[in-house]
């Protein structure tokens, strides 16, 4: 079963910041945070992924609560082109060729 | 670099037929993953790989066969098929497990 709980779905305005939220209270110490995204079908792209520490690429910034339990994608200037279905994801231990969990995602719907 | 390539795009099948969908990656990865992905669900694993000669059981591994037997390549084998198996397969590399996981375009497979 997937670790992670995501809102179905969500829309945002064209232009606007797209924050989507995703829940994990049981995420072990060593477990990474993952960042996905489908468009239309499409084989999923990496987006962002971390640890502890808030990160920031030039797709997209990912923030973790301190206790690690929950994190916000944030996508700072939604396009209609960000269109698709995001997953949170967590990496599984080593040992078990830190295969992905996918969970049903967070459709995110961008409007002009 | 071309990434992560599979072959065919598309195939019909009948019930009972056997096929073989071929994932490769130039990239020197290490782990491989073939992963199917049903309407309106997130991807699920099949079968994966941690390196040249090994392979190993995800979440739905019945009816399906892997082998890696190159580095670059990863089959995934249909010994007969099922309507059950009708679905968009993906696969996927990483060089290291902390890595980020790369897509190929997926194989959009339908047995009758």
């Known amino acids: 079963d997937a670790k992670t709980t995501q809102p179905p779905s969500m829309d945002c305005a064209e232009g606007r910041a797209a924050n989507l939220p995703c829940n994990h209270s049981t995420i072990s110490g060593n477990e990474y945070v993952y960042w996905y995204r489908q468009i239309h079908s499409q084989g999923p792209q990496y987006i962002i992924h971390?640890?502890?520490n808030n990160e920031t690429n030039e797709m997209a910034s990912l923030i973790i609560t301190e206790d690690r339990k929950s994190s916000t994608l944030i996508l700072p200037h939604a396009t209609l082109r960000d269109t698709a279905v995001y997953y949170c994801?967590?990496?599984?231990?080593?040992?078990?060729?830190?295969?992905?969990?996918f969970g049903q995602g967070t459709e995110l719907s961008v409007k002009p | 670099n071309a990434g992560v390539t599979q072959t065919p795009k598309f195939r019909v099948l009948k019930t009972g037929q056997s096929m073989t969908l071929l994932c490769a990656q130039d990239?020197?990865?290490?782990?491989m993953y073939w992963y199917r992905q049903d309407p309106g669900m997130g991807l699920r694993l099949i079968h994966y790989s941690v390196g040249e000669g090994t392979t190993a059981k995800g979440e739905v591994p019945d009816g399906y066969n892997v082998s890696r037997l190159k580095k670059q390549n990863f089959l995934l084998g249909l010994e007969s098929a099922a309507p059950s198996q009708t679905s968009v397969y993906f696969c996927?590399?990483?060089?290291?497990?902390?890595?980020?996981?790369?897509f190929g375009p997926g194989t959009r497979l339908t047995v009758l």
């Open positions: 994801i967590l990496t599984v231990s080593l040992y078990q060729g830190g295969k992905l969990i």
């Open positions: 996927a590399s990483r060089w290291r497990v902390e890595d980020t996981q790369y």
């Open positions: 971390g640890l502890k």
């Open positions: 990239m020197n990865h290490e782990y």
